[in-house]
C-alpha cells in the first residue's frame, strides 16, 4: 500500500522553523532548472535557490548521483580525524585555488552552523597558542550565523536567542550596515566612519585583548541584504589588525558565486583570516561546508605537538566530497559566476521597476542576492507595526506568493523586506516572472493594507 504523504508527514515530520500548527506544508516532489513542482502537479519558480544555497539549479542530479555513486563503490566513508582520502585532499586543493589571497588550508564540516561554530572554537585556541586568553566574539545585530549555541551567541537577532538563553559567552554586537534608515543628509564617508567608531568603541570597552574575532558577512542577509559603504572592510581589517583580532568572513550565503565572484572576500578586498563555507560549495546537492584559514592562522596548530582540539564525523565526507567537487565543475564549465556577474545589472534593473510601488521603499543588495523593504509610507519611511507585520507578511504575502507560483522569503527580522535570491542559472525570463509576480501581489497587498 502507497504511504499517504500527507497523512504522514502530519503525524510524523518536524519541520524547521515552522509553525507546525498552521496549514499543511506543500510537498516538494521534483526540480528542474529554477523551478519546483509539487505533489499535486503545481510549477514554482524558485526565486530563494532553496535557502540562497542552489546555485546551479535543479538540473544536475544525474551527474552529481553518478560522482556519488563512484565514490560510493570507491570508499563509502572514511573519517578526517587523522586519516585522509582523495576527495578531501581534492577538494581542499580546489577551494584552496579559489579562495583569494593566502587562504590555502581547509577544514571540512557538514554545514554552516558547523563552520562557525568550528570557526569560533579555532580563534580560541589560535590565541591560546600565541600565549592570550581571548574568547569574545563581535558580531553585527541582525545577523543571522547559525542555531547551535554557539552560533546562535553570535547570532544578532534577539528573538531567536531569547529562547535558549543562557548562551555562549561573550559576543558584542554592533552596528550593521543597514543605511535606509539613516538620517538624509549623511554621507557614504560619513555612514562609513560612524560604523567603524562603533566597531572601534565597542572593542575597546569590552577590553581588546579579551576579543578573539570579529565575525561578518561580505553582504548581511538578516535584516535585508545590507551592502557594505566605501572603505568599510578597509577599516573593520585595519580595526582587528591593530587589535590582533581574527577577521572571519562569513560566506555560508555568499559564498560560491551568490554575489558575482567565487567568494565576496574577493569582490571587496576584505582580506579575512577565515571564511566560512557551506551552501553554494555543493549547490546544497550534499551536505558540507569548509572553514578556510590563512597561512598564518594555520601555523601554531604545524607544531609535532599541536592539534585543533576539534573535529566532526562527517566533516570531509568522501561521497559529500566528490559532490562538492563536481559541483565546482560544473560551475566552471557552465560558466555559472560569470551569468551573476554578466547578468547582475538587468537583474537589478528589472527588480528596480517595484520601486514605483507605493509599499516598496527600498532595493538593496548585489549580484543574485536581493531585497525590498516594505514600507507603511515611502516619504517618511514608516514601517509597519508587529501586528501589521503578521498580517502582511505571514497572513498574506508568504502564502499568496507561493500560490502565485514563486517561492522566496517575506521576513521581519528587523524592518519587513522580500528577499529575492535565485538559482546562479537565472535569465532575464525568470527575471521578468518573479518581478511580474511579485509586482502584481504587492500592489494587491498595499490595497489590502489600506
Not at 107 to 128: C, I, M, N, P, T
Not at 240 to 268: N, Q
Not at 397 to 406: D, M
Amino acid at each position: 500500500m502507497a504511504l499517504d504523504l500527507r497523512q504522514a508527514a502530519r503525524d510524523h515530520l518536524w519541520l524547521h522553523f515552522t509553525r507546525m500548527g498552521g496549514a499543511e506544508p506543500p510537498i516538494i516532489v521534483r526540480g528542474e532548472g529554477c523551478y519546483l513542482e509539487d505533489l499535486e502537479g503545481r510549477r514554482y519558480l524558485d526565486a530563494l535557490a532553496g535557502l540562497f544555497a542552489v546555485q546551479v539549479g535543479y538540473s544536475y542530479g544525474e551527474e552529481m548521483g553518478q560522482a556519488a555513486l563512484a565514490q560510493m563503490r570507491e570508499l563509502p566513508f572514511y573519517t578526517n580525524w587523522s586519516y585522509a582520502h582523495p576527495r578531501a585532499i581534492e577538494l581542499a586543493h580546489e577551494v584552496a585555488q579559489l579562495a583569494p589571497g593566502d587562504l590555502n588550508r581547509v577544514f571540512f564540516v557538514s554545514g554552516g552552523s558547523e563552520a562557525v561554530e568550528s570557526a569560533w572554537k579555532l580563534a580560541r585556541q589560535y590565541h591560546q597558542a600565541r600565549g592570550e586568553r581571548r574568547w569574545k566574539a563581535v558580531s553585527r545585530r541582525l545577523a543571522y550565523h547559525g542555531t547551535t549555541m554557539g552560533a546562535l551567541s553570535i547570532n544578532g537577532i534577539a528573538a531567536l536567542r531569547a529562547p535558549f538563553e543562557p548562551l555562549v559567552p561573550d559576543v558584542i554586537h554592533v552596528r550593521n550596515t543597514n543605511r535606509y534608515h539613516r538620517p538624509a543628509g549623511e554621507t557614504e564617508e560619513e555612514f562609513t566612519a560612524f560604523l567603524l567608531e562603533d566597531l572601534d568603541s565597542a572593542i575597546v570597552q569590552e577590553g581588546p585583548e579579551t576579543v578573539a574575532m570579529v565575525i561578518m558577512e561580505p553582504v548581511q542577509n538578516a535584516g535585508g541584504s545590507f551592502t557594505p559603504p566605501a572603505r568599510y572592510w578597509r577599516g573593520v581589517r585595519d580595526i582587528c589588525d591593530r587589535y590582533g583580532i581574527l577577521l572571519v568572513a562569513d560566506e555560508v550565503i555568499t559564498g560560491f558565486g551568490r554575489i558575482g565572484s567565487w567568494f565576496g572576500s574577493e569582490l571587496y578586498d576584505i582580506r579575512p583570516d577565515l571564511i566560512l563555507s557551506a551552501k553554494g560549495l555543493s549547490s546544497a546537492y550534499a551536505s558540507i561546508g569548509a572553514v578556510i584559514a590563512a597561512d598564518h592562522v594555520v601555523e601554531p596548530f604545524l607544531d609535532d605537538r599541536a592539534t585543533f582540539a576539534h573535529g566532526i564525523t562527517f566533516g570531509g565526507h568522501p561521497v559529500q566530497c566528490a559532490i562538492a567537487l563536481k559541483n565546482i565543475e560544473i560551475m566552471k564549465r557552465e560558466r555559472v559566476v560569470e551569468n551573476v556577474r554578466d547578468n547582475g545589472d538587468a537583474f537589478r534593473s528589472t527588480l528596480a521597476q517595484l520601486l514605483d510601488l507605493p509599499i516598496v521603499g527600498d532595493l538593496r543588495g548585489t549580484g543574485f542576492f536581493y531585497a525590498l523593504e516594505l514600507v507603511k509610507d515611502k516619504e517618511t519611511r514608516q514601517t509597519f507595526d508587529d501586528d501589521e507585520c503578521e498580517t502582511l507578511l505571514r497572513g498574506f504575502l508568504s502564502p499568496r506568493l507561493f500560490e502565485k507560483g514563486l517561492i522566496c522569503r517575506a521576513d521581519d527580522r528587523g524592518d519587513p523586506v522580500i528577499q529575492i535570491s535565485p538559482p546562479l542559472i537565472a535569465t532575464q525570463r525568470e527575471f521578468d516572472e518573479m518581478t511580474g509576480i511579485l509586482g502584481e501581489v504587492l500592489t494587491e497587498a498595499w490595497q489590502r493594507m489600506h
